[in-house]
């Protein structure tokens, strides 16, 4: 079989940009990346993408704007949008807030949490025991939520105690929720807590 010739020198960073963020821990498509930027963003804007590149950070992703309602020939959606239950937005928040005072403390790059920490966490939201039950019968779903769309990372597993489960927290996270985000998140939360604690 010819090799393609064609091919393009950094079409290996596009595929695994389309398969989600990449990080500058992948250090080879990372440094792929950045000498590649511009062409590589190029590309993308031909298809009606945006690649966002945060050095800070230490990941890059892909966007699609929003279609302008007043395009009569709109572009079909590459990415579907996720959507989230109260359970799932609850610890999206609860996890931004944690890397944000993570970063406060200056420990690290990397945040790793038990799911006991989380859950620790969490429970500040449930004061009726019955809520927690019915939280801590299905923890699974948020988790596997967040894991699926790249939030969170297994990074170590106890078959035996789900508890001791180790997640790294991925900064792509501060991406999907901004300071604002979060603030407005936040309250609407509280909202729906109160509207709960009350019944």
């Not at 595929?15 to 930027?37: E, F, N």
């Not at 609860?94 to 859950?119: A, C, P, S």
């Amino acid at each position: 079989m010819e090799p393609n010739s064609n091919k393009a020198i950094y079409a290996h960073v596009i595929i695994k940009l389309l398969q989600g963020p990449v990080y500058s821990d992948d250090k080879a498509t990372w440094k792929d990346l950045q000498s590649w930027s511009t062409a590589i963003s190029d590309y993308f804007s031909r298809i009606g993408i945006e690649i966002i590149i945060s050095e800070t950070e230490g990941f890059a992703r892909i966007v699609q704007p929003e279609t302008d309602e007043h395009d009569e020939n709109p572009l079909p959606r590459l990415m579907r949008k996720q959507s989230m239950n109260y359970e799932t937005t609850l610890l999206c928040v609860i996890l931004r807030e944690m890397l944000e005072e993570f970063d406060i403390l200056n420990e690290g790059t990397k945040l790793f949490l038990t799911q006991k920490e989380i859950k620790e966490r969490i429970e500040i939201f449930y004061k009726e025991q019955a809520n927690k039950s019915k939280l801590w019968k299905d923890f699974s779903r948020p988790i596997n939520v967040l894991t699926g769309i790249g939030v969170l990372k297994l990074s170590r597993e106890d078959a035996a105690n789900k508890d001791n489960n180790q997640y790294e927290v991925k900064r792509i996270i501060k991406a999907l929720i901004s300071n604002d985000k979060l603030e407005e998140i936040n309250n609407k939360l509280k909202a729906h807590v109160n509207s709960i604690q009350q019944q």
